[in-house]
């Protein structure tokens, strides 16, 4: 189930450990901020399927993904960082 934020917006985690400013079509931004080595954003519920089909390549290698629904724990430990 995604986790979702007091105004509904939907936790996405990157899988790779850094920071990340992505933008989906149409200019819209999301920043993907590290915590306890967590890259996590809060994305509009409209933009999701958008920032989950943005890939990663490397080396000639097929398009990985980059980004996944962030669990439970993800949030809380996020979150947690964020409020300290």
């Given at each position: 189930?995604?986790?979702?934020?007091s105004i509904g917006q939907i936790?996405?985690?990157?899988?790779?450990?850094?920071?990340?400013?992505?933008?989906?079509?149409?200019?819209?931004?999301?920043?993907?901020?590290?915590?306890?080595?967590?890259?996590?954003?809060?994305?509009?519920?409209?933009?999701?399927?958008?920032?989950?089909?943005?890939?990663?390549?490397?080396?000639?290698?097929?398009?990985?993904?980059?980004?996944v629904y962030a669990s439970e724990?993800?949030?809380?430990?996020?979150?947690?960082?964020?409020?300290?």
């Amino acid at each position: 189930m995604p986790q979702k934020n007091s105004i509904g917006q939907i936790a996405l985690k990157r899988l790779r450990q850094s920071p990340k400013l992505v933008t989906i079509p149409g200019n819209k931004q999301y920043y993907f901020a590290v915590q306890y080595n967590i890259s996590l954003a809060w994305v509009d519920p409209e933009d999701v399927n958008k920032v989950l089909a943005v890939k990663h390549s490397c080396c000639g290698g097929n398009p990985q993904p980059q980004f996944v629904y962030a669990s439970e724990r993800d949030v809380r430990m996020w979150t947690g960082a964020a409020e300290r």
